[in-house]
Protein backbone atom coordinates (compact mmCIF):
# COMPACT_ATOMS: atom_id res chain seq x y z
CA UNK A 1 0.00 0.00 0.00
CA UNK A 2 1.19 3.47 -1.13
CA UNK A 3 1.06 6.33 1.51
CA UNK A 4 -2.57 8.21 0.49
CA UNK A 5 -3.83 11.24 2.21
CA UNK A 6 -7.42 11.15 2.76
CA UNK A 7 -9.61 14.23 2.57
CA UNK A 8 -12.66 14.65 5.22
CA UNK A 9 -15.55 12.98 3.72
CA UNK A 10 -18.57 11.72 5.89
CA UNK A 11 -18.57 8.37 7.18
CA UNK A 12 -21.70 6.05 5.33
CA UNK A 13 -25.06 5.44 7.32
CA UNK A 14 -24.53 2.02 9.11
CA UNK A 15 -28.14 0.31 7.70
CA UNK A 16 -26.77 1.69 4.51
CA UNK A 17 -23.57 -0.08 5.08
CA UNK A 18 -25.86 -3.60 5.91
CA UNK A 19 -27.68 -3.50 2.55
CA UNK A 20 -24.28 -2.98 0.19
CA UNK A 21 -23.10 -5.94 2.62
CA UNK A 22 -26.25 -7.80 2.08
CA UNK A 23 -26.22 -7.50 -1.66
CA UNK A 24 -22.18 -8.75 -1.47
CA UNK A 25 -23.51 -11.86 0.02
CA UNK A 26 -26.06 -12.25 -2.42
CA UNK A 27 -24.11 -11.70 -5.50
CA UNK A 28 -21.39 -13.85 -4.43
CA UNK A 29 -23.53 -16.83 -3.54
CA UNK A 30 -25.16 -16.69 -6.91
CA UNK A 31 -21.48 -16.61 -8.80
CA UNK A 32 -20.89 -19.67 -6.54
CA UNK A 33 -18.23 -18.51 -4.41
CA UNK A 34 -17.61 -18.53 -0.41
CA UNK A 35 -16.42 -15.84 1.51
CA UNK A 36 -12.92 -17.64 1.46
CA UNK A 37 -12.77 -18.39 -2.35
CA UNK A 38 -13.46 -14.33 -2.71
CA UNK A 39 -11.33 -13.26 -0.12
CA UNK A 40 -8.51 -15.34 -1.26
CA UNK A 41 -9.17 -14.05 -5.40
CA UNK A 42 -8.90 -10.32 -3.92
CA UNK A 43 -5.67 -11.03 -1.44
CA UNK A 44 -7.59 -9.41 1.58
CA UNK A 45 -8.50 -11.55 4.24
CA UNK A 46 -11.68 -13.99 4.87
CA UNK A 47 -12.51 -11.67 8.10
CA UNK A 48 -12.77 -8.62 6.01
CA UNK A 49 -14.97 -9.95 3.41
CA UNK A 50 -17.22 -11.26 6.20
CA UNK A 51 -16.84 -7.80 8.31
CA UNK A 52 -18.54 -6.17 4.96
CA UNK A 53 -20.87 -8.31 4.50
CA UNK A 54 -22.47 -8.10 8.05
CA UNK A 55 -22.62 -4.24 7.42
CA UNK A 56 -19.55 -3.39 10.27
CA UNK A 57 -16.85 -2.47 7.77
CA UNK A 58 -17.45 -0.28 4.87
CA UNK A 59 -17.06 -1.71 0.74
CA UNK A 60 -14.47 1.12 -0.27
CA UNK A 61 -14.91 1.69 -4.30
CA UNK A 62 -11.99 0.88 -5.69
CA UNK A 63 -12.93 -2.86 -4.19
CA UNK A 64 -16.47 -2.74 -4.91
CA UNK A 65 -15.82 -1.48 -8.83
CA UNK A 66 -13.48 -4.68 -8.60
CA UNK A 67 -16.42 -7.10 -7.46
CA UNK A 68 -18.81 -5.45 -9.47
CA UNK A 69 -16.60 -6.28 -12.61
CA UNK A 70 -15.75 -10.31 -11.23
CA UNK A 71 -19.11 -11.18 -10.00
CA UNK A 72 -20.67 -9.20 -13.39
CA UNK A 73 -23.38 -7.09 -11.64
CA UNK A 74 -22.85 -4.05 -13.84
CA UNK A 75 -22.03 -1.65 -11.78
CA UNK A 76 -24.42 -2.24 -9.01
CA UNK A 77 -22.51 -2.60 -5.50
CA UNK A 78 -20.59 0.91 -7.23
CA UNK A 79 -23.91 2.42 -7.34
CA UNK A 80 -24.89 1.49 -4.14
CA UNK A 81 -22.02 3.07 -2.89
CA UNK A 82 -22.36 6.31 -4.07
CA UNK A 83 -26.15 6.81 -3.51
CA UNK A 84 -25.52 5.64 0.33
CA UNK A 85 -26.85 8.13 2.73
CA UNK A 86 -24.11 9.66 4.80
CA UNK A 87 -23.68 10.50 8.49
CA UNK A 88 -21.08 12.65 9.00
CA UNK A 89 -19.48 11.13 12.24
CA UNK A 90 -15.92 9.63 11.17
CA UNK A 91 -14.12 11.01 8.67
CA UNK A 92 -13.66 8.42 5.86
CA UNK A 93 -9.88 9.04 6.66
CA UNK A 94 -9.85 8.12 9.58
CA UNK A 95 -12.06 5.22 9.04
CA UNK A 96 -9.63 3.01 7.48
CA UNK A 97 -7.72 2.97 10.12
CA UNK A 98 -10.53 1.88 12.53
CA UNK A 99 -10.93 -1.13 10.00
CA UNK A 100 -7.63 -1.99 10.83
CA UNK A 101 -6.99 -1.67 14.53
CA UNK A 102 -10.01 -3.23 14.63
CA UNK A 103 -8.21 -6.62 13.25
CA UNK A 104 -4.58 -6.09 14.30
CA UNK A 105 -2.11 -8.06 16.39
CA UNK A 106 0.05 -5.83 17.43
CA UNK A 107 -0.32 -2.20 17.91
CA UNK A 108 1.89 0.45 19.38
CA UNK A 109 1.00 3.74 19.72
CA UNK A 110 2.51 7.56 20.74
CA UNK A 111 1.09 10.21 21.84
CA UNK A 112 1.77 13.67 22.99
CA UNK A 113 -1.10 15.97 22.98
CA UNK A 114 -3.62 13.51 24.79
CA UNK A 115 -4.55 9.85 26.24
CA UNK A 116 -5.11 7.45 23.34
CA UNK A 117 -8.31 6.66 22.58
CA UNK A 118 -7.97 3.44 23.41
CA UNK A 119 -7.24 4.00 27.39
CA UNK A 120 -10.35 6.92 27.43
CA UNK A 121 -12.95 7.65 29.93
CA UNK A 122 -16.03 8.17 28.84
CA UNK A 123 -15.41 11.51 30.67
CA UNK A 124 -12.10 12.56 29.42
CA UNK A 125 -13.86 11.28 25.39
CA UNK A 126 -16.23 13.70 26.09
CA UNK A 127 -13.86 16.53 26.73
CA UNK A 128 -11.28 15.87 24.24
CA UNK A 129 -14.92 16.18 21.57
CA UNK A 130 -15.74 19.12 23.64
CA UNK A 131 -12.25 20.77 22.98
CA UNK A 132 -13.22 21.10 19.05
CA UNK A 133 -13.20 24.28 17.19
CA UNK A 134 -15.38 24.67 15.76
CA UNK A 135 -17.63 22.66 18.13
CA UNK A 136 -20.16 19.92 17.97
CA UNK A 137 -22.80 20.12 19.04
CA UNK A 138 -23.84 18.13 22.15
CA UNK A 139 -25.54 15.19 20.31
CA UNK A 140 -22.58 14.74 17.75
CA UNK A 141 -20.23 14.61 20.69
CA UNK A 142 -22.34 11.52 22.24
CA UNK A 143 -22.52 9.49 19.31
CA UNK A 144 -18.16 10.31 19.06
CA UNK A 145 -18.00 9.33 22.40
CA UNK A 146 -20.07 6.28 22.06
CA UNK A 147 -17.45 5.09 19.12
CA UNK A 148 -14.60 6.15 20.61
CA UNK A 149 -15.89 3.70 24.21
CA UNK A 150 -16.38 0.76 21.20
CA UNK A 151 -12.47 0.75 20.24
CA UNK A 152 -11.78 -0.93 23.48
CA UNK A 153 -13.58 -4.01 22.65
CA UNK A 154 -10.28 -4.86 20.90
CA UNK A 155 -9.17 -5.43 24.68
CA UNK A 156 -11.44 -7.87 25.16
CA UNK A 157 -10.70 -9.83 22.26
CA UNK A 158 -10.75 -13.65 22.43
CA UNK A 159 -6.96 -13.23 21.34
CA UNK A 160 -6.22 -9.69 22.01
CA UNK A 161 -3.62 -7.68 20.08
CA UNK A 162 -0.54 -7.23 22.03
CA UNK A 163 -0.01 -3.50 22.81
CA UNK A 164 1.84 -0.83 23.90
CA UNK A 165 1.50 2.84 24.29
CA UNK A 166 4.36 5.59 24.83
CA UNK A 167 2.97 8.56 26.57
CA UNK A 168 4.91 11.88 27.15
CA UNK A 169 3.99 13.07 30.63
CA UNK A 170 2.83 16.54 29.80
CA UNK A 171 -0.41 14.58 28.65
CA UNK A 172 -0.51 13.49 32.34
CA UNK A 173 0.11 16.95 33.91
CA UNK A 174 -3.04 18.27 31.65
CA UNK A 175 -6.27 18.34 33.35
CA UNK A 176 -8.45 18.37 30.59
CA UNK A 177 -12.15 17.82 31.14
CA UNK A 178 -11.54 18.87 34.67
CA UNK A 179 -9.74 17.36 38.21
CA UNK A 180 -12.87 14.16 38.48
CA UNK A 181 -12.04 13.54 34.84
CA UNK A 182 -8.38 13.47 35.55
CA UNK A 183 -8.42 11.58 38.76
CA UNK A 184 -10.70 8.53 36.52
CA UNK A 185 -8.68 8.71 33.84
CA UNK A 186 -5.51 8.40 35.88
CA UNK A 187 -7.13 5.55 37.44
CA UNK A 188 -7.89 3.89 33.80
CA UNK A 189 -4.32 4.23 33.06
CA UNK A 190 -3.00 2.73 36.23
CA UNK A 191 -5.38 -0.61 35.59
CA UNK A 192 -4.33 -0.87 32.35
CA UNK A 193 -0.96 -0.64 32.66
CA UNK A 194 -1.23 -4.21 34.84
CA UNK A 195 -3.15 -6.09 32.63
CA UNK A 196 -0.97 -8.75 30.47
CA UNK A 197 -0.24 -8.01 27.12
CA UNK A 198 -0.26 -4.17 27.66
CA UNK A 199 3.35 -2.35 27.80
CA UNK A 200 2.76 1.23 29.17
CA UNK A 201 5.04 3.22 29.23
CA UNK A 202 5.66 7.27 30.10
CA UNK A 203 7.94 9.59 28.57
CA UNK A 204 8.92 11.90 31.21
CA UNK A 205 9.40 15.42 31.18
CA UNK A 206 13.06 17.08 31.44
CA UNK A 207 14.68 14.82 28.58
CA UNK A 208 17.78 16.37 26.64
CA UNK A 209 16.55 14.67 23.87
CA UNK A 210 13.45 13.01 22.12
CA UNK A 211 12.59 10.67 19.13
CA UNK A 212 8.59 11.68 18.73
CA UNK A 213 9.18 15.56 18.15
CA UNK A 214 7.23 15.13 15.33
CA UNK A 215 3.88 14.48 16.86
CA UNK A 216 1.99 11.09 17.28
CA UNK A 217 1.59 7.93 15.53
CA UNK A 218 0.71 4.10 15.35
CA UNK A 219 2.10 0.93 14.24
CA UNK A 220 -0.27 -1.85 13.38
CA UNK A 221 0.85 -5.25 12.43
CA UNK A 222 -2.55 -6.73 10.58
CA UNK A 223 -3.25 -10.61 10.49
CA UNK A 224 -1.37 -10.86 7.65
CA UNK A 225 1.80 -9.99 8.49
CA UNK A 226 1.17 -6.90 7.02
CA UNK A 227 2.85 -3.62 9.05
CA UNK A 228 1.19 -0.28 8.76
CA UNK A 229 1.85 3.13 10.15
CA UNK A 230 -0.85 5.89 10.62
CA UNK A 231 -0.31 9.80 11.48
CA UNK A 232 -2.48 12.02 12.05
CA UNK A 233 -2.68 16.05 11.34
CA UNK A 234 -4.90 18.91 11.58
CA UNK A 235 -6.99 18.38 8.90
CA UNK A 236 -6.09 14.92 7.72
CA UNK A 237 -4.37 11.73 8.16
CA UNK A 238 -2.13 9.18 6.30
CA UNK A 239 -2.13 5.04 6.66
CA UNK A 240 1.05 4.30 5.57
CA UNK A 241 2.41 1.03 4.16
CA UNK A 242 5.64 1.73 1.61
CA UNK A 243 8.21 -0.40 4.16
CA UNK A 244 10.67 2.21 4.51
CA UNK A 245 8.03 4.84 6.08
CA UNK A 246 6.75 2.31 8.33
CA UNK A 247 10.59 1.16 8.81
CA UNK A 248 11.63 4.90 9.85
CA UNK A 249 8.79 5.36 12.39
CA UNK A 250 9.48 2.21 13.67
CA UNK A 251 13.17 2.86 14.82
CA UNK A 252 11.30 6.28 16.01
CA UNK A 253 9.07 3.82 17.92
CA UNK A 254 11.99 1.83 19.48
CA UNK A 255 13.83 5.00 20.00
CA UNK A 256 11.12 6.50 22.43
CA UNK A 257 10.92 2.75 24.58
CA UNK A 258 14.30 2.99 25.15
CA UNK A 259 13.50 6.90 26.32
CA UNK A 260 10.61 6.72 28.31
CA UNK A 261 10.33 5.23 31.59
CA UNK A 262 10.15 1.31 32.37
CA UNK A 263 7.01 -0.05 32.92
CA UNK A 264 7.18 -0.63 36.76
CA UNK A 265 9.28 2.85 36.90
CA UNK A 266 5.73 4.21 34.38
CA UNK A 267 3.41 2.86 37.36
CA UNK A 268 4.88 4.07 40.04
CA UNK A 269 4.99 7.66 38.09
CA UNK A 270 0.83 7.13 37.58
CA UNK A 271 0.53 5.94 41.73
CA UNK A 272 2.30 9.01 42.34
CA UNK A 273 0.20 11.38 40.43
CA UNK A 274 -3.11 9.77 41.92
CA UNK A 275 -1.40 10.00 45.84
CA UNK A 276 -0.78 13.85 44.76
CA UNK A 277 -5.01 13.77 44.21
Do not use: C
Amino acid sequence: MSTTTRSRRARRNASAMRMVGALLALYREAAGHTQRSLSEIFVVSEQQIASIEQGRRSLKPDLAEQLDEFLNTKGALSAALRHMPEVDLVPLWAEEYLDREREAITISVYDSLAVPGQLQTEGYARAVFRSRVPVYDEDEIEQLVAKRLERQELFHRKVPPTTSFVIWEAVLRDHLGGQDVYVEQVRKLRQYADVPGIAFQILPLGRTSHAGLNGPFVLLETPEHQRLAYTESQRGSQLIGDPDEVGILTQKYAMLRTQALNTEDSKGLLDRLLGEQ
